[in-house]
C-alpha cells in the first residue's frame, strides 16, 4: 500500500510537542517525508525526530517531496500557506483555527473542493477514544437525556514579549477564539444545533494578552439543553485541569485528562438542605495515552486521502463553529445575547453570515 507522504511546516510548539508522537505511531500509514520551519535549526531537529529526509526553511521547498502537508503556524499564516499548498495539490491538515476571517475559510474551503483535496482542521478531542465512547452514550441515551455540558481548560499560557501568541490581530482574537474553539466544536457534536448563547472575557489576571486570556461562554440549544466553557490561560494552580462533565437524567459522565479515566457518577442522594453530595462512582473506560493524542486525527486523515471521505472536522464544519464565535464576540461587544441560528449546520453554508446576529 502507498504510504502518504507527508510534510510538517511550522516545527515550533505544535508541530513539535503535540504532533511528533502520533506521527511516529502511524509509520506504518504514512512517512514525514520533509519539514519545515524558518529557523532550520528547528527544521532539522523534527526531521531527525520523524525520520524526515528534507529539512527547509521555505515551504515552497518542501511541496515537491510530499502529497499532503500539516501546517501548524501562527494563526495569521494559515491562509496563505495553506492556499499555496492546495493549489500546488497538496492534502491539507490544517491547525485550528482554520484561519482568522470568514473570507479566508470560505476561500480555502472553494480551493480544496475544486481541487478535489482533503481539507481537515486538527481538532484531536473528537477523535480521543473516551471522547467518542461519551458521545456514543449521549445518542444512544445510555444514561438517559443530556440536559448540561460543562467543559473546563485551565491552563497556564505565557509567552516573551512580542510572541505572535500576545497579538489579538495574529491570533485571530483571544484565548476564547484560539482555544474555544475546540470546545465551541464539541459543544455542537455532543448537544446538536444551538439557538442562543452569551460570551464575557477578560485579560485580568493574564496581562500579557492583547484580548481576553480567560473566557466563559454558555450556549442553549435547540433541544433545550445548555453548554458551557470556562478557559484561562492565567491558572497558577488548578484541580479541574482539563475536564469534561456531562449530565444526563439517569447519571453524569466524567472524563478528565488527568485520570485518563471516564467516570459515570450516579444515584446521588435527594438534596435535603444538608448539602450532602454522596453518589456512586464506577470506572466505565480507561485510556493510557498521554499528550494530546493527535494520532486518532491524522490516522483519520489518512483516511480521507485514501477513500475520499469528508473529514468530520472539514472545512464547513469548521466554519460554523468559528461563526458562532464571531457572534459571540460581536454580542459581547454590545453587552447582547448572540443569535446562533442558521450558522450552516445542514443548510446552505455560503448563504449565512459571521455577524449580524444578536438578540436584543
Known amino acids: 500500500m502507498h504510504k502518504i507522504r507527508l510534510g510538517i511546516i511550522g516545527c515550533g510548539g505544535m508541530g513539535t510537542r503535540s504532533h511528533v508522537k502520533g506521527l511516529l505511531a502511524l509509520q506504518d500509514r504514512m512517512t514525514v517525508a520533509a519539514t519545515c520551519d524558518i529557523e532550520i535549526e528547528r527544521a532539522k531537529a523534527v526531521a531527525i525526530a520523524v525520520g524526515a529526509q528534507v529539512a527547509v526553511s521555505d515551504f ?27 493549489e500546488a ?44 465512547k461519551m458521545l456514543e452514550f449521549v445518542e444512544n441515551k445510555t444514561y438517559g437525556e443530556v440536559f448540561q455540558l460543562s467543559v473546563w481548560t485551565e491552563q497556564y499560557t505565557i509567552r516573551d514579549p512580542g510572541h505572535w501568541i500576545l497579538s489579538a490581530e495574529r491570533l485571530g482574537g483571544g484565548q476564547f477564539f484560539s482555544h474555544g474553539c475546540h470546545y465551541i466544536d464539541l459543544m455542537f457534536r455532543f448537544l446538536g444545533r444551538p439557538v442562543k448563547g452569551v460570551h464575557m472575557g477578560s485579560n485580568k489576571g493574564t496581562p500579557w494578552m492583547e484580548k481576553e486570556g480567560t473566557s466563559n461562554v454558555t450556549i442553549e440549544f435547540e433541544n433545550g439543553a445548555m453548554g458551557y466553557h470556562f478557559g484561562t490561560w492565567g491558572a497558577r494552580g488548578t484541580r479541574l485541569g482539563w475536564s469534561l462533565h456531562v449530565h444526563c437524567t ?34 466505565l473506560m480507561e485510556d493510557d495515552q498521554g499528550g494530546k493524542g493527535t494520532q486518532y486525527e491524522t490516522a483519520h486523515f489518512l483516511d480521507c486521502i485514501a477513500t475520499g471521505q469528508r473529514p468530520i472536522t472539514d472545512g464547513t464544519t469548521s466554519l460554523q463553529g468559528l461563526r458562532a464565535i464571531w457572534r ?13 441560528r442558521s450558522l450552516g449546520l445542514d443548510e446552505d453554508w455560503k448563504a449565512e453570515a459571521a455577524s449580524g446576529r444578536i438578540i436584543k
Open 89 to 132: 495539490g497538496k492534502h491539507v491538515l490544517m491547525e485550528k483555527p482554520l484561519c482568522n476571517t470568514e473570507e479566508q475559510c470560505i476561500r480555502l474551503i472553494e480551493e480544496a473542493e475544486r481541487c478535489k483535496l482533503t481539507l481537515m482542521t486538527a481538532y484531536p478531542v473528537p477523535f480521543w477514544p473516551i471522547i467518542r
Open 250 to 283: 439517569e447519571g453524569m459522565l466524567e472524563y478528565n485528562r488527568k485520570d485518563n479515566k471516564l467516570f459515570l457518577h450516579s444515584n446521588l442522594r435527594k438534596e435535603r438542605g444538608d448539602l450532602v453530595t454522596r453518589d456512586r462512582t464506577r470506572v
Open 328 to 340: 459571540l464576540y460581536e454580542a459581547d461587544r454590545a453587552n447582547a445575547i448572540a443569535d446562533l
Open 60 to 86: 515552497r521547498e518542501l511541496l515537491e517531496h510530499v502529497d499532503a502537508v500539516l501546517v501548524a503556524l501562527p494563526h495569521d499564516l494559515h491562509f496563505p500557506i495553506g492556499l499555496s499548498c492546495l
